[in-house]
């Protein structure tokens, strides 16, 4: 929701101190979501792979490393406006917190999808004897973070498509698009560097 569909009609005008203020906050909003249409792309990817795992291995880890840095990206956007909102900053305050439920859940997004993430990156680094402990923990907290990502996903839907179709048509209410979609971007091709780096470390995995 956009900054201006958050005031009500016959507030005062917001001081120039304010409006800086609700445009940092509109930023890192914007910020995240054009990051989560990304994401949204890639764990998809990332789940066509699953019926294809022995024969498309590498590229299950290819993808899980690559969506590594996005996810940091909107981890730090999100935990951001969280404290922010929490800590009382006005223009926070002003754009009110998500949905009850989003907001019960996303604890559990986030805890999910650091084991998620973590318990992938172990099956691939550790030895051959240690990785059936690591599977469990993935195949586990991967079902359980498939159903609260749904939930998540769905909830901020309407939002992504929005935002993101103001943004690439430059119908947004501040500038700075650009450089938005640099950063989503910088964090990807950091994601295809990791993923190279760790592509070789699935061999060995099936007979």
Known sequence: MTISQNRRVGQKTPSR?????????????????????LLFILLGLVGLTIPLIRKALWLHIFLGMLIVPPILLKLATTGYRFMSYY???PAYKRRGPPPIILRLLAPFV????????????????????DRPN???????????????????????IIETLQVSVEEWLGKGPIRG????????????????LVALWFLP???GWFP
């Open 110 to 129: 986030v805890v999910l999808t650091v084991v998620v993430i973590a318990s992938g990156i172990a099956l691939v680094l550790v030895p051959i004897s």
């Open 17 to 37: 101190i304010e409006k800086i203020q609700d445009r940092g906050a509109e930023i890192n909003s914007r910020l995240t979501t054009l990051n989560g249409a």
């Open 134 to 156: 690591f599977l469990f923990i993935h195949k586990a907290s991967f079902v359980l973070w498939f159903g609260s990502m749904t939930i998540h996903v769905l909830g901020h």
């Open 201 to 203: 470390y699935g061999n």
């Open 177 to 192: 698009f650009w450089f938005r979609l640099s950063l989503v971007f910088s964090a990807a091709i950091v994601g295809v």
């Open 87 to 89: 800590m009382k900053r």
